[in-house]
Nanobody, 122 residues
Framework: QVQLEESGGGLVQTGGSLSLSCSISVSVSHYAMAWFRQAPGKEREFVSGLSWGGESAYYADPVRGRFTISRDTAQNTEHLQMNSLKHEDTAVYYC????????????????WGQGTQVTVSS
């Protein structure tokens, strides 16, 4: 069973930056990886995804140009660099993985992490 563990969440001021990491218990090279988030009272939403080959990256409109997804195959880790953070980015961020997936928002991700809290103070 694939295990995912997020890290890097915390409290930051508006305009600041945070970097989230997601470690995967197997070779990341065979998995599409993605980040989702869920704010209080809202449904979970797609934030960013990376195809299993690493050639295609996807971003939700609210984060495009501010967030960057990347992969470290040597460390079997996925990263989400978040810059110019806004109060509305406050949410629990979840890492997800899918074997040979596209990383697209419509991908059905089979494995999920427990989440890490990101709070942006206004």
């Amino acid at each position: 069973q694939v295990q995912l563990e997020e890290s890097g969440g915390g409290l930051v001021q508006t305009g600041g930056s945070l970097s989230l990491s997601c470690s995967i218990s197997v070779s990341v090279s065979h998995y599409a990886m993605a980040w989702f988030r869920q704010a209080p009272g809202k449904e979970r939403e797609f934030v960013s995804g990376l195809s299993w080959g690493g050639e295609s990256a996807y971003y939700a409109d609210p984060v495009r140009g501010r967030f960057t997804i990347s992969r470290d195959t040597a460390q079997n880790t996925e990263h989400l660099q978040m810059n110019s953070l806004k109060h509305e980015d406050t949410a629990v961020y979840y890492c997800a993985a899918e074997w040979h997936g596209l990383g697209h928002p419509s991908t059905s991700f089979e494995s999920w992490g427990q989440g890490t809290q990101v709070t942006v103070s206004s």
